[in-house]
């Protein structure tokens, strides 16, 4: 059964910083990965897309990698700034099925 | 462009009361999926459907129903309404060329 795992469930870090946030997940057999944001009371919103073929993809500040074989994905926000403050999701939609499998997601804070 | 639809925004419904959730989408999506999110987790999916006529069971079915007569609507049923559905729904939509998921901005229901 596919499981996705994201750690640490927080992080603060100050303005500026250049951050990764994690994803894991326990089988390599996936279709495509997708990073969200969901601000407090909001729904989700799709950050970028990875198809089980690509390495990477990138939008503006972000950058977002995938290793299959690692079964790990990672999130690079650059020069973070508070209006990043948000909590970040992975979610993976296993070979097979239209299926998406959440992670539990890390809540960001960008101090000013 | 409306995008994903979801009404009510709050509900508060007693045990036993039965409602419905209300999602429409107006980007010709193929694929809808309905997650429920609790305090504190990931998103868990409920129901999910690939086209008008076809639905599917997800996660955690147990307690709900859909329907799915049009590729723009699909409605959430809940028959006997439990503390244990206490969470926020949020419906969502992909198109099987792009995959990218879009999402409403959720329903909060309390049984109380």
């Known amino acids: 059964k596919q499981e996705v795992t994201q750690i640490p469930a927080a992080l603060s870090v100050p303005e500026g910083e250049n951050l990764v946030l994690n994803c894991s997940f326990t089988d390599s057999a996936i279709y495509n990965l997708q990073w969200f944001r969901q601000d407090p009371g909001k729904g989700l919103t799709s950050l970028l897309l990875?198809?089980?073929?690509?390495r990477e993809q990138t939008s503006g500040r972000l950058n977002a990698s995938l290793d299959k074989s690692s079964g790990r994905s990672t999130l690079y926000i650059a020069a973070s700034q508070p209006g990043d403050s948000a909590t970040y999701l992975c979610?993976?939609?296993?070979?097979?099925?239209?299926?998406?499998?959440f992670g539990t997601g890390t809540r960001l804070k960008v101090l000013a | 462009n409306a995008g994903v639809t979801q009404t009510p925004k709050f509900r508060i419904l007693k045990i036993g009361q039965s409602m419905t959730l209300q999602c429409t989408q107006d980007?010709?999506?193929?694929?809808m999926y309905w997650y429920r999110q609790d305090p504190g987790m990931g998103l868990k999916l409920i129901y999910y459907s690939v086209g008008a006529g076809i639905t599917d069971k997800g996660e955690v079915p147990n307690g709900y129903n859909v329907s799915r007569s049009t590729t723009e609507d699909f409605p959430l049923r809940l028959e006997l309404a439990a503390p244990s559905q206490t969470s926020v729904y949020f419906c969502?939509?992909?198109?099987?060329?792009?995959?990218?998921?879009?999402f409403g901005s959720g329903t909060q229901l309390s049984v109380l």
């Open positions: 980007m010709n999506h193929n694929y």
């Open positions: 979610a993976v939609r296993p070979m097979g099925t239209y299926k998406y499998i």
């Open positions: 990875i198809q089980s073929s690509q």
């Open positions: 969502a939509s992909s198109d099987s060329n792009n995959e990218k998921l879009f």
